[in-house]
């Protein structure tokens, strides 16, 4: 699985403002290009029985909390990651 970018943030957006399709209808994605300031972590085990983590900018956060039930990732400093 891909590791979480430090560097950039890993959300996805469609050309219309809709973020992540959750398993929906798969339009046009761009990745988001802002600096991310948190590493979300599925708190339960994903379907392919491991955590998907990704990095969130301030504005992808927001738009994740929005449409993600509560309690459905934690949230960490990506200075906490190991490495660079
Ligand atoms: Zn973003």
């Given at each position: 699985m891909t590791p979480p970018d430090?560097?950039?943030c890993q959300a996805?957006?469609?050309a219309g403002y809709n973020f992540?399709?959750?398993g929906g209808r798969v339009g046009?994605?761009?990745r988001c290009t802002n600096k991310p300031i948190v590493i979300a972590t599925e708190a339960k085990l994903g379907t392919d029985d491991q955590f998907g983590s990704m990095s969130?900018?301030?504005?992808?956060l927001n738009a994740f909390i929005e449409q993600t039930p509560k309690g459905y990732a934690i949230f960490s400093d990506p200075k906490d990651l190991?490495?660079?």
């Open positions: 430090k560097n950039q996805k957006k469609t992540m399709t959750l046009e994605m761009v969130l900018c301030a504005e992808c190991p490495g660079t």
